[in-house]
């Protein structure tokens, strides 16, 4: 096992939820030696002909990371993951932190062909295509952002990319919305934490609906202006916002998440064309932290 590889404990987690074998002749290779392969390119960064050939040929390792991202199976498998999690209480439902972070994308990431995307193999589309292909512009360069929730045990729950100059409070909604974690016993998937904190950048009217309309106890501070805003309508303004200064403290815990997934580098810097292969990536790093 070289630096960095699955361990036989973080494989025996992973193995079930990985694609099966079906027919003759058998479709996928070895899936240990190329889901390593793909870890070792997203923990170091490295172009995709630069893998050690201890991985096999580095195409089959890139497709199948492409075809996973294209057609879902990352996402899958991080839900079968946080399915098992969820069964051995290992998920902190008391408070679930929304926060974002800007990755600038390599300048190899640019220049993507502007023609339709399809399924390697497949008719259909990817699932999560953007024709944007979520590269921003600033002055900075091209940017990426990360928008996440985390539980209380600074793991990803939901993971979404968008362009960098792109506004977090609008993304607040999806990120929630993206929550699903399936029960082992059948039913709906637990969708709801008990408690949601985000930072000044989410405070508004409509998150603020959308979390009373769920049910959901919220902590956000009130922006200046808006506390302005409220109090110069008078009582037309509203009540003020609750906020509790002690469940706030816990925002270290989504910015504590952001770290480690911004430990691979090709997640802190995206390499990756399409948006929807480098939301595989970010899924594929979500699920690395959970096996841990």
């Known amino acids: 096992m070289g630096r960095g590889d699955l361990s036989d404990r973080e494989w025996a987690r992973l193995e079930p939820h990985l694609p099966k074998n079906t027919g003759r002749g058998g479709r996928w290779s070895c899936h240990r030696r190329v889901v390593n392969g793909i870890l070792f390119r997203q923990r170091t960064g490295i172009p995709w002909r630069g893998l050690p050939t201890r991985f096999g040929k580095w195409k089959t390792v890139h497709d199948r990371h492409r075809r996973w991202s294209a057609d879902g199976t990352w996402e899958r498998i991080l839900r079968g993951v946080q399915a098992v999690a969820d069964a051995e209480g290992r998920i902190d439902w008391s408070m679930v932190g929304v926060d974002s972070t800007s990755c600038r994308a390599h300048q190899h990431a640019a220049g993507a062909r502007h023609r339709p995307v399809r399924v390697p193999g497949r008719r259909g589309r990817p699932a999560h295509h953007r024709p944007d292909e979520a590269i921003g512009r600033s002055r900075g360069g091209l940017p990426t952002k990360i928008h996440l929730a985390s539980d209380g045990g600074c793991r990803p729950l939901a993971v979404l990319v968008t362009p960098g100059q792109w506004g977090d409070a609008p993304q607040m909604t999806p990120v929630l919305d993206r929550i699903r974690v399936p029960r082992p016993a059948g039913g709906h998937p637990k969708t709801r934490p008990d408690y949601v904190c985000g930072d000044k950048a989410y405070s508004s009217r409509r998150n603020r609906r959308y979390l009373r309309r769920r049910q959901i106890r919220h902590t956000i501070p009130e922006r200046r202006d808006q506390r302005a805003n409220r109090q110069r309508r008078g009582s037309r303004g509203g009540r003020p916002t609750g906020f509790d200064q002690a469940r706030y403290a816990r925002r270290n815990e989504v ?9 691979f580098r090709a997640v802190a810097t995206r390499y ?21």
């Open 255 to 263: 910015e504590r998440t952001v770290n480690a997934l911004k430990g």
């Open 272 to 292: 990756d064309k399409r948006a929807y292969v480098f939301q595989g990536t970010v899924t594929l790093a979500a699920i690395r932290l959970w096996l841990r």
